[in-house]
Antibody, heavy 118, light 107 residues
């Protein structure tokens, strides 16, 4: 069964950092691009970042560019999102999800909650 | 970025009703349009991909249509478990943007 499991969320003060993890199982991790998508409380879905299957290419949303960094280690079936200089508006549930080029996001992890508050 | 616009933003309906949700893309996206269902506290679930292909395990009362810039999601006969929020998403080009969501509520 294909599965993605996120961890690393928590409560953090503005300006601080956090590192989210996503561990994959049930499929060949190194064959797929992986994305991060976030959802602020009561709001819609916002795409955050993507990394290519081999880690050679990454893209980040303008709202997080320069502050967040996506990375992966295919030998560990693990994806990360480094969140630096956090702002209150970054508070959200962060999901990792799989997608080949021009394909839908499936499956999704259950998410890890980040709360940025003083 | 391609803007995706859903309508309506919210909808009240009864069990057994036929419901249609519309999604419009800011430019042509061919048939690279996906629909997701999300229930409170849960991750989104893929329902329809490539505009009209039903994801495995999704009931046949769900259907999708459209191409270019206009798309629809139809639920032929609402069931109690269908009350949720629905999102469209384009996967034509990165970033794969989402619509703002349609909240389907019980009348």
């Amino acid at each position: 069964q294909m599965q993605l499991v996120e961890s690393g969320g928590g409560v953090v003060q503005p300006g601080r950092s956090l590192r989210l993890s996503c561990v994959a199982s049930g499929f060949t991790f190194s064959d797929y691009s992986i994305h991060w998508v976030r959802q602020a409380p009561g709001k819609g879905l916002e795409w955050v970042a993507v990394i290519s299957y081999d880690g050679s290419s990454t893209f980040h949303a303008d709202s997080v560019k320069g502050r967040f960094t996506i990375s992966r280690d295919n030998s560990k079936n693990t994806l990360w999102l480094q969140l630096n200089n956090l702002r209150p508006e970054d508070s959200a549930m962060y999901h990792c999800t799989r997608a080949a080029w021009q394909q839908p996001f499936d499956p999704w992890g259950q998410g890890t909650l980040v709360t940025v508050s003083s | 970025d391609i803007q995706m616009t859903q309508s309506p933003s919210s909808l009240s309906a009864s069990v057994g009703d036929r419901v249609t949700i519309t999604c419009r893309a800011g430019q042509s996206i061919s048939r690279f349009l996906n629909w997701y269902q999300q229930k409170p506290g849960k991750a989104p679930k893929l329902l329809i991909y490539a505009a009209s292909s039903l994801q495995s395990g999704v009931p046949s009362r769900f259907s999708g249509s459209g191409s270019g810039t206009g798309f629809t999601l139809t639920i032929s006969s609402l069931q109690p478990e269908d009350f949720a929020t629905y999102y469209c998403q384009q996967s034509y080009t990165s970033p794969y943007t989402f619509g703002q969501g349609t909240q389907l509520e019980i009348k």
